[in-house]
């Protein structure tokens, strides 16, 4: 069975300040990745996903992410960020061609401080 | 507006009532998936359905229901409610059968408060 960690609970950071919030899964079988953000009562966005094919991953807002096969990782970054991206990040996995569901981890709060 | 529509937004009831939440899928999306949120779980698969079928089953108790209408539109029914309960559940929808290959797309959730 696959699973997701989210190795922070919570990361505060300056505004302008680069951030990284990292996720760690673990599969047998090949995977599908996704982060997802949620705003403060509000349903999950997607930032952007990794299917297949390059390993460095464009989303909204800034965001990228990149797939580290060898460390199952897939950790999220954005150089600079703003107040606006306080929200709780959630880093989702789904087995290729066996997933009907999708498995998400814990979450990582972002806070952005002025 | 994500285009998946929950209600009610907010549900405060008492300990062994029975409630229904109801989901509309995006335009198009016949796969609909509900999930919980609470604090100490977590986002918790809970059912999917595919067209009408029940595909997967996750965490779901079996004082928990749902079902999927023709119109496409699906509802979570909860019932014999307990404190624990309390929760934000989530309805997402995707365009794929099996595996939300491009993402889920999903609600802004149905809160609930069981006193």
């Known amino acids: 069975a696959q699973s997701v960690t989210q190795l922070d609970s919570q990361v505060p950071v300056f505004e302008e300040a680069p951030v990284e919030l990292r996720c760690n899964y673990s599969?047998?079988?090949?995977?599908?990745l996704f982060w997802y953000v949620q705003y403060p009562n509000q349903g999950l966005q997607l930032l952007l996903k990794?299917?297949?094919?390059?390993?460095l991953v464009k989303g909204i807002n800034g965001f990228e992410a990149e797939f580290n096969k060898s460390q199952t990782s897939f950790h999220l970054r954005k150089p600079s960020v703003h107040i606006s991206d306080t929200a709780e990040y959630f880093c989702?996995?789904?087995?290729?061609?066996?997933?009907?569901?999708?498995?998400f981890g814990a979450g990582t709060r972002l806070f952005v401080k002025a | 507006d994500s285009g998946v529509t929950q209600t009610p937004k907010h549900l405060i009831t008492a300990t062994g009532q029975r409630v229904t939440l109801r989901c509309s899928p995006r335009?198009?999306?016949?796969?609909v998936y509900w999930y919980q949120q609470s604090l100490d779980q977590g986002l918790q698969f809970l059912i999917q359905?595919?067209?009408?079928?029940?595909?997967a089953k996750g965490n779901i108790l079996e004082r928990f229901s749902a079902q999927q209408f023709p119109d496409l539109h699906s509802e979570l029914n909860l019932s014999s409610l307990e404190l624990g309960d309390s929760a934000l559940y989530f309805c997402?929808?995707?365009?794929?059968?099996?595996?939300?290959?491009?993402?889920?797309?999903f609600g802004s959730g149905t809160r609930l408060t069981v006193v």
């Open positions: 997402a929808s995707s365009a794929m059968g099996v595996g939300p290959l491009y993402g889920y797309t």
């Open positions: 359905y595919y067209n009408g079928e029940e595909r």
């Open positions: 989702a996995v789904s087995v290729v061609g066996g997933g009907f569901k999708t498995i």
């Open positions: 990794y299917l297949s094919g390059s390993t």
């Open positions: 599969s047998s079988v090949s995977v599908y």
């Open positions: 335009s198009g999306d016949l796969s």
